[in-house]
């Protein structure tokens, strides 16, 4: 590997995690030496890359620091066009249109020398069989989701019965056939499913929930697993 190329990896490694790294714990990655890993990041150092600590106790890079957007690999590519075909043919008619952008602006900004692995990708997401439509607004529901506001939903269930509730979204799930609406239930004081596809009516409230949405994110991840509710 090029030192030029090393000195961007360890930059990147440092940039995936907020724990301190150790200098061994690099070298493994890059399949380099302790020493080697030492001087580059001195070197870093020197050219003002705000890495800080010390020989034996570990690297962390410092908030606020980043690269120029598109010095990307051209794996880093092909996974960046890979996520975002998948997107084009299983999000919703907003993010499948947010995906095709991406991909055209990648093509239009990386070096020639890495066109063809936007254009001509070695990987191909496959298009689903079937799904079912949407009966909710998506875009508008992840924006809700990112403002930690409720929701009021008339809800149809698998046997037919209707039910009013008002849920605190967290997050959307993608399966074959249908999308998963992960939420906080009033109604039954516990984490529910809702597929897309079941909603009857849904009003966007300006009721913020009264939890920070990092914690109720937190307690769905320990408490619940992705599947499609019989019941809810």
């Given amino acids: 590997m090029r030192r030029a190329d090393r000195l961007f990896q360890i930059i990147q490694v440092l940039r995936r995690t907020r724990r301190p790294l150790t200098a061994d714990a690099i070298a493994a990655e890059l399949e380099t ?32 620091f980043d690269l120029p957007p598109l010095m990307l690999t051209p794996d880093e590519i092909e996974a960046a066009v890979l996520g ?33 692995f936007v254009l001509e990708p070695a990987s191909r997401a496959p298009r689903p069989w079937s799904r079912e439509p949407d009966r909710i607004d998506m875009s508008r529901t992840r924006s809700q989701i990112h403002e930690g506001r409720k929701i009021r939903l008339r809800y149809r269930d698998e046997q037919g019965r209707d039910s009013e509730r008002v849920i605190w979204p967290i997050a959307i799930g993608y399966h074959d056939a249908v999308r ?6 009033e109604l039954r004081h516990d984490f529910r499913s809702f597929r897309t596809d079941r909603v009857v ?32």
Avoid at 90 to 115: F, G, Q, S, W
Avoid at 180 to 185: P, R, T, V
């Fill in 33 to 64: 030496s302790k020493r080697t890993i030492y001087r580059d990041i001195a070197t870093l150092i020197g050219q003002r890359v705000p890495i800080r600590g010390e020989a034996g106790m570990g690297y962390i890079l410092e908030k606020g």
């Fill in 84 to 116: 975002a075909q998948w997107v084009s043919v299983n999000a919703d008619p907003v993010l499948a249109r947010a995906a095709e952008d991406l991909m055209a602006k990648i093509a239009d900004t990386v070096p020639e020398r890495l066109r063809p």
């Fill in 180 to 185: 998963i609406l992960a939420a906080w239930c």
């Fill in 201 to 232: 009516e849904a009003d966007y409230l300006d009721d913020k929930y009264p939890e920070r949405r990092e914690a109720l994110r937190a307690k769905w991840r320990r408490s619940l697993v992705w599947e499609v509710p019989k019941d809810v």
